[in-house]
């Protein structure tokens, strides 16, 4: 504008927020900043002070961080944003957080807000909120001509002369802090948050916060708390005293329990009130059985929530699952724990309550874990439970190219392998016939013997990164070795810590079988390991020392007692340290380049004990994470503890002698720092 404020910039904001008053859908940009002076010369950036609006008791600031720290989640990336919004004599004015937003950030932020504005205040700014269009012209009376110059002389100093709604937010689109009394908003469509997960509504009626979620857009957001009811509350004065260990405990709960959303099962239970037991961080729980609805009520101290969707809540819980499955009804208990196992969550168990007429078979009969296909619409099989069941699933799978020998061996697993086996690989009609021929092969390797449960999860590992089907379909070559490569594993003999590092062998079997060119006729398991052995330390022994990667050695040897402990400095050392010790510490040559992670060798009388991992903490020093002995078994010498943690004091201290660590050298790339090729492992954890 040739007579309007000056912009200001982006970097000035501190928060945003989005309102919707009477349905339609507005953003609102809100700010808290120190105090200073009124005014500023055109040009320079903006000192807010703390406003104080003409016909407004209400002169606080409320808003959700735009500078939010990264906080990690467990799982969830949840970043469509979030809605927040008020409830306010009936009415409900929404907002929505734009940008890439999870919902810990969002609750973190709206809870500092109401921990620094009483409920008197929040009532008197939900009170003031009005909605207009940016498209209408004039500003509509006196009063909002008032506002709008009051506004440009608190923040700017200066007058602004706009005359229309779609001037003056066109003026200010930039500018990312608002004051929180003034108020008018924008206006934009509520229902273009169909990718929005998560809402939060501070509903100033009832004196409480409501989270609710939307994961599958079960319903319009306009719907919130009415009809649609809070997945979990708890009122206004407990929330302001949720601490940061709170919010996250209570948001890994919330995200856990979110992917059964909507699944508020109706089941048949007994009426009770559980003992109380640990919940999630420094939270007890108590479970309520009432009417058929299971609560979960939260309690820490004086502050309480209650829970209300707990559809991920499994009946093999250690604190509850004897509770729940003691109140479920024995039909209903008896199928679900035959479909899906002692580990049935509550969603999965309403759903077999809802359809139990529809379930005309024993819990011990075989094949009950195919049920879950005709259970679960996700599935797209449309497959009509009844006494047919099992004659429809066999023709679907017939058609989709199954043999007649890969569908008897499928049906006669036990459970147990079955669901493990629709569990690793689950069928869908996208996916039909790659399962088929999954379940082909599988047969055809076997022939009459079953897969032994113990084994399932290596085996079936082994199998898939021997066909990678990432890159395109397997020829016959590789699919004839992944059947010798999975009749070798299931009948090996093997002793009881062999078979605890099983998932590790099967990892390095697979890709020496992977990359060998030629059909393995004649080869056992413990022929196998032996050639998966020497074809990794043929890798070694032609890696280019010239390409390896490097990192210096503060430590490169130190004396531990009766120990020595030597610092491994290059990738080709830690794949030999991997090898030798069979574990996976050879995937983490990037956390050791990166200077983040150092590992150590311990040896006794020239031999190797164990294996030491230690990180880097924010002060510069250095602590022990983990130490580790031959095939990841559990180190249990005080000695060897005792002089790991003598490695752990002794590099902190060699860490601090140095004004600066250099940075890692790598002579294959300047560029970068990359894993060479002879590192074949792909697990992100050596520990297993």
């Known amino acids: 504008m040739a007579n309007g404020c000056s912009r200001i910039s982006a970097s000035a904001c501190a928060s945003s927020l989005a309102l919707n008053w009477g349905g339609r859908y507005m953003v609102r940009q809100l700010y808290q900043q120190p105090s200073g002076p009124r005014g500023v010369a055109r040009g320079e950036r903006p000192t807010f002070a703390t406003p104080q609006p003409r ?37 409900k004015k929404l907002m929505r957080l734009h940008g890439e937003r999870n919902c810990e950030e969002v609750l973190t932020e709206l809870l500092a807000c109401l921990r620094h504005i009483s409920d008197a205040r929040l009532q008197t700014y939900a009170r003031t909120l009005r909605l207009v269009a940016s498209d209408q ?33 066109d003026e200010f689109q930039g500018l990312e ?54 997945y979990c509350t708890l009122t206004l004065d407990h929330a302001r005293l949720l601490t940061p260990d709170d919010v996250s405990s209570l948001h890994n709960l919330l995200h856990q329990h979110s992917y059964s959303d909507g699944v508020d099962p109706v089941l048949p239970l007994h009426d009770l009130l559980s003992d109380r037991f640990p919940g999630p961080g420094g939270w007890q729980a108590r479970l309520r059985l009432a009417h058929g609805r299971v609560r979960l009520l939260l309690e820490r101290g004086e502050i309480s929530a209650k829970v209300r969707q707990v559809g991920e809540l499994r009946l093999d819980d250690p604190h509850c699952g004897a509770l729940l499955q003691a109140s ?4 209903v208990l008896a199928l679900s724990l035959g479909i899906y196992g002692t580990a049935a969550s509550l969603g999965q168990v309403a759903l077999v309550a809802a359809h139990l007429e529809q379930l005309p078979f024993g819990p011990e009969e075989g094949g009950l874990p195919l049920l879950d296909l005709g259970l679960r619409p996700s599935s797209g099989l449309g497959l009509p439970l009844g006494s047919g069941f099992f004659d429809a699933v066999r023709a679907s799978f017939l058609a989709a190219g199954m043999s007649m020998q890969g569908w ?34 599988l047969a055809s390797a076997m022939q009459n013997e079953p897969l032994r449960l113990v084994r399932c999860q290596p085996a079936l590992r082994g199998v898939e990164r021997i066909l990678d089907r990432t890159r395109g379909r397997p020829g016959p070559l590789r699919e004839e070795n992944a059947r010798i490569f999975l009749r ?20 390095d079997v697979s890709d020496y079988v992977y990359s060998h060119g030629a059909v393995l006729k004649g080869v056992t398991w413990a022929s196998l390991c032996r050639r998966s052995d020497a074809w990794h330390r043929a890798l070694l022994v032609t890696v280019d020392p010239e390409k390896d990667v490097r990192w210096p050695a503060l430590l490169p040897q130190y004396n531990a007692g009766p120990f020595l402990a030597v610092e491994l400095d290059t990738g080709s050392l830690l794949a030999e340290e991997g090898l030798e010790q069979r574990h996976c510490i050879g995937t983490y040559v990037n956390a050791c380049a990166s200077g983040a992670t150092r590992v150590f060798s311990l040896r006794r009388n020239g031999k ?13 020093s250095w602590r022990m994470v983990q130490i580790r002995g031959k095939a990841n078994t559990v180190v249990q010498d005080s000695a060897a503890l005792e002089a790991a943690e003598r490695v752990a004091q002794a590099y902190s201290e060699a860490a601090r002698s140095r004004s600066q660590e250099p940075l890692a050298r790598s002579h294959a790339s300047a560029s970068g720092l990359m894993a060479p090729s002879y590192l074949i492992h792909r697990q992100e954890h050596w520990t297993g």
Not at 490 to 497: C, D, H, I, K, V
């Open 177 to 230: 802090a608002w004051h929180a009394g003034f108020p008018f908003m924008p206006a934009a469509s509520i229902d273009a948050c169909g990718d929005v997960i998560w809402g939060f509504l501070v509903d100033l009626d009832a004196g409480e916060l409501q989270i609710f979620v939307n994961r599958n857009k079960r319903f319009l957001w306009r719907e919130m708390a009415c009809p649609q009811p809070a």
């Open 328 to 331: 479920l009804a024995p039909p």
């Open 137 to 169: 012209n004039l500003f509509p009376d006196e009063a909002a001509r008032a506002a709008m110059q009051d506004f440009a002389e608190n923040h700017l100093g200066e007058s602004c002369r706009f005359q229309t709604w779609a001037e003056a937010f």
């Open 608 to 620: 190797r004990a164990a294996t030491i991992e230690l990180q880097r903490n924010h002060d510069g």
């Open 408 to 441: 008897r061996f499928l049906i006669k697993q036990n459970n147990a392998v079955l669901r493990f086996m629709l569990q690793f690989y689950p069928p869908s009609a996208r996916i039909l016939r790659d399962f088929a021929r999954f379940i082909n092969l």
């Open 55 to 91: 016909g407004t008791p209400f002169s606080d600031t409320l808003g959700l961080t735009g500078n939010a720290k990264n906080v990690t989640t467990r799982g969830d990336t949840g970043m469509s944003g979030a809605l927040v919004g008020f409830r306010i004599d009936g009415d």
């Open 488 to 507: 070798a594993i299931m009948r090996a003999r093997l002793s009881p810590q062999d078979e605890a590092n099983l998932l590790h062998d099967a990892q």
